[in-house]
């Protein structure tokens, strides 16, 4: 299985994602190469000396630089799992055919029941909402109150950024992540095992 891993800079959340799977992959005896890239992203950066240090600190040492998001690695990728829901809308439209293999890392292990069912209902609310006002239109009171009652529901899948901040906002990025990345880990695992 190949994993791209996808946020802004790819210089903080991205890298020390990579990094971590990598290192639980090879641990837990599955089999996946990890890769990460950034929306924005100039390429040969250096990660943020923080999100090094986040990343030594849990004996990771493997040198990481900044990567933008190419054709070539959205059609490696099996899967992409993006940072924030903004990556993933950023990415589906410079690559509307990799809809069906990209997610939010924190949506694709929401073990919710219908959570993939509510974020579709919510998204084609939200694009008719947006349809609607470009014509000069509005939602129906019924659809707005679903619009309302779905946010309220669906949880924020977003991990923070610690882009500018200290070293301890890097550390709370990276023990988000590695939460998202052990239910990811554990998905995968029961996967391969329902195959095999």
């Known amino acids: 299985m190949r994993i791209l891993f996808v946020c802004t800079g790819n210089t903080c959340r991205s890298p020390m994602a990579e990094g971590m799977f990598r290192q ?3 641990e837990a005896g599955l089999s996946a ?6 929306v924005a992203a100039i390429p040969g950066m250096s990660i943020s000396r923080h999100a090094e240090a986040v990343l030594r600190d849990h004996q990771i040492t493997d040198r990481l630089t ?3 998001v190419s054709e070539e690695l959205v059609n490696w990728a099996d899967m992409i799992l993006t940072l924030t829901q ?3 809308r950023q990415l589906l439209y410079a690559f509307p055919d990799a809809a069906s293999k990209t997610y939010v890392l924190k949506e694709y292990v929401d073990e919710r029941e219908n959570a993939e069912g509510e974020l579709q209902e919510l998204d084609g609310l ?6 609607q006002a470009a ?3 509005r939602l129906t009171e019924e659809d707005s109150r679903r619009i309302t009652e779905l946010q309220q529901r669906i949880p924020v899948y977003d991990i923070s950024d610690p882009f500018g901040g200290s070293r301890e906002d890097y550390e709370k990025t990276a023990a988000e992540i590695r939460e998202a990345l052990e239910k990811l880990l554990h998905k995968l695992l ?5 195959e095999g």
């Open 33 to 38: 190469e990890v890769k990460s890239a950034g």
């Open 190 to 194: 029961k996967e391969r095992e329902q």
């Open 126 to 131: 939200l694009a008719e909402r947006a349809l």
């Open 66 to 68: 900044s990567t933008a």
């Open 86 to 88: 903004g990556h993933k």
């Open 24 to 26: 639980m992959a090879l």
């Open 135 to 137: 014509l000069g239109g």
